[in-house]
């Protein structure tokens, strides 16, 4: 998977958090006016975004629209999934890992890997 840039994660971000119909270049500007963005840039982004799978562009509508091809949620399980396999040592990862998370999501994940133990996912 392609890191993304830091402007390519503002974007994305704004994308995660904008309604489902999706954003134009111009509305994502907008909702990146602190940066101080021209339009040209932030088309230049998604294109890029686009090209490596993040974005989807709605081709039907006058302007586009752009949207994210998955949610933030599979975007971070990709990543995690992509760091283990990289790990030489996944469980030794994983236990590690472990060892940080909070109580309350220690107990979370005890009920998710329970309920998968189970089959009832």
Do not use: C, I
Not at 6 to 24: C, I, P, T, Y
Not at 28 to 56: I, M, P, Q, S
Not at 86 to 92: C, E, K, S, Y
């Amino acid at each position: 998977m392609e890191s993304l840039g830091e402007l390519e994660r503002d974007v994305m971000d704004a994308l995660w958090s904008a309604a489902d119909g999706g954003l134009s270049a111009a509305g994502l500007r907008d909702v990146l006016a602190d940066r101080g963005l021209a339009l040209t840039t932030v088309h230049t982004v998604l294109t890029r975004l686009e090209k490596k799978g993040f974005v989807n562009r709605d081709r039907g509508t006058r302007p586009h629209l752009y949207s994210a091809a998955s949610s933030k949620e599979e975007h971070v399980t990709d990543l995690l999934s992509e760091v283990l396999d990289q790990a030489g040592d996944r469980r030794a990862v994983l236990a590690r890992f472990l060892g940080t998370v909070s109580l309350s999501d220690s107990a979370f994940l005890r009920g998710v890997l329970d309920s998968r133990l189970r089959g009832t996912r």
